[in-house]
T-cell receptor
């Protein structure tokens, strides 16, 4: 079964501190992994996808197939990073590219 | 506006009534998805269209739910005989191979 686990419902850090949002997945095959972000009163938007291997807004995420993890990291958190973060996978299941989401982690960056 | 549009933004309905939501995807995207999100959960897949063909439906989509995409452009999601458990945010997304998903702002349904 395809599953995405985000173990932390809430995460609170101070501005300038490193932040890591954890994501583990279960999928028999080679999934695509994504991080989506939802800022207050805004729509869900793509932050990162593992195949592009890029850094967006200072965030990076590395796919670790051995540990089946795709943790999101930023070395120095900013207040504007406060948002809801969702890890998701897509396995081209039936060709639909439907996404399976985790329950999300609410990140609060305190001044 | 070249994003995904959903209408209405909010809907309050009495239990047992029928409701219909509309989604206008990005015009270049041939894939359209419906998701449902309840409090404390991530979005859950409901159904998917490629052009006008509905290719996949989740087990979450009971027979009270029906979705259409008649001309391969906009889509509608209808819920018949609404129940309190149907209260949720209904999200529409469209996708392209290169740019991935774009989500709409959602329709928040409250069944009273």
């Amino acid at each position: 079964a395809q599953r995405v686990t985000q173990p932390e419902k809430l995460l609170s850090v101070f501005k300038g501190a490193p932040v890591e949002l954890k994501c583990n997945y279960s999928y028999s095959g080679s999934p695509e992994l994504f991080w989506y972000v939802q800022y207050s009163r805004q729509r869900l938007q793509l932050l990162l996808r593992h195949i592009s291997r890029e850094s967006i807004k200072g965030f990076t995420a590395d796919l670790n197939k051995g540990e089946t993890s795709f943790h999101l990291k930023k070395p120095f958190a900013q207040e504007e990073d406060s948002a809801m973060y969702y890890c998701a996978l897509s396995g081209l299941m039936g060709g639909s590219e439907k996404l399976v989401f985790g329950k999300g982690t609410k990140l609060t960056v305190n001044p | 506006d070249t994003g995904v549009s959903q209408d209405p933004r909010h809907k309050i309905t009495k239990r047992g009534q029928n409701v219909t939501f509309r989604c206008d995807p990005i015009s270049e995207h041939n894939r359209l998805y419906w998701y449902r999100q309840t409090l404390g959960q991530g979005p859950e897949f409901l159904t998917y269209f490629q052009n006008e063909a509905q290719l996949e439906k989740s087990r979450l989509l009971s027979d009270r739910f029906s979705a259409e995409r008649p001309k391969g452009s906009f889509s509608t999601l209808e819920i018949q005989r609404t129940e309190q458990g149907d209260s949720a945010m209904y999200l529409c997304a469209s996708s392209s191979r290169i740019y991935g998903y774009t989500f709409g702002s959602g329709t928040r349904l409250t069944v009273v």
